[in-house]
C-alpha cells in the first residue's frame, strides 16, 4: 500500500492516510487500497478498535483529489461515472459495516470525502486547527453527498445540517464540540495519545461486546421503534452471555 499506511499494536489497528503531497486527497490508488483494508477488516478479529488519522499531512483530508482523480470522472460515461461514485461513497458504508468501532483523530482541514470520512467514523477527536466543509456544493455539485445526507443530521440535527450542506460554509473546531460533532478538542501533540488512549479503554472491554454495541447503535440509528432497538439489544444480551458462560466450561 502506498497511499495508506496500516498499522497494528496489539489489538488496535492504526490507519494512517498517506498521501502527504496532495493533502491525502483520495486518489484512484487511495480508493482501491482503502476498499481493500476495510474488505479485511472485516475479517480481523485480531484488531478490536480502528484509529484513523491524517498522519504528518497538513491536514486530514483534502477529500477527492481534484487536479487527478476529479478531471478523470469528469471526462467518464454516465455508466462509468456512476460506477466511482457508488465505489466512493460505499467507502462510507464499509466504515460503518466493519466490527471495529472507528476513532478519527483529526487535524487541519477535513473537506469533502474527508469530511464524509469524519462522519462515518464513530469518535471523533480533533485538535483546536481542525475544521469541516461539506464542499460539494462548492465545486458545483449537490450538497448531499458522500453520505452526508444520512450521517450529518443524525449527528448535528437538521437546522445546522441544512445550513452546512447548503452553503458549504467551514464548521470551526468549538462549532463541531458545540454541536456534539466531535468528543473533545486537545492539543496537536496528544492527538494520537488521545486517540489511543480511547482506543485501548474500548479494546480492553468484552471484545465480542464491542463488536456487538457498534452493530446495535448502527441498527438503532435506523430502526422504526423502540420495540425493535429493544430486540436488537436483547439479542445481544442474550448471546453475550451465552458466550460468556461458554468460556467458564
Known sequence: MNTIVFD??????????NRRDSYNAVDNQMLVELEGLFDELSFMDDVVVLVLNGGDCKGFCAGLDMKTFGPEIFRMSTKDMYRIQARLSRLLLKMRQIPQPIIAAIHGSAAGLGFSFAMASDIRIITPDARFCAAYLNIGLGGADMASSYFLPRQI???????????????????????GFVSKIVGKENLMSEALRIAEI???????????TKEAINIALDVPSLEAALNIEDRNQVMLILDRNQKKE
Open 8 to 17: 497494528k499494536y496489539g489489538c488496535i489497528g492504526v490507519l494512517t492516510l
Open 157 to 179: 440535527g437538521a437546522g445546522r445540517a441544512y445550513e452546512f450542506l447548503l452553503t458549504g460554509e467551514w464548521m470551526s473546531a468549538d462549532e463541531a464540540l458545540a454541536l
Open 202 to 212: 474500548i479494546a480492553s472491554k468484552n471484545h465480542l461486546g464491542i463488536k456487538m
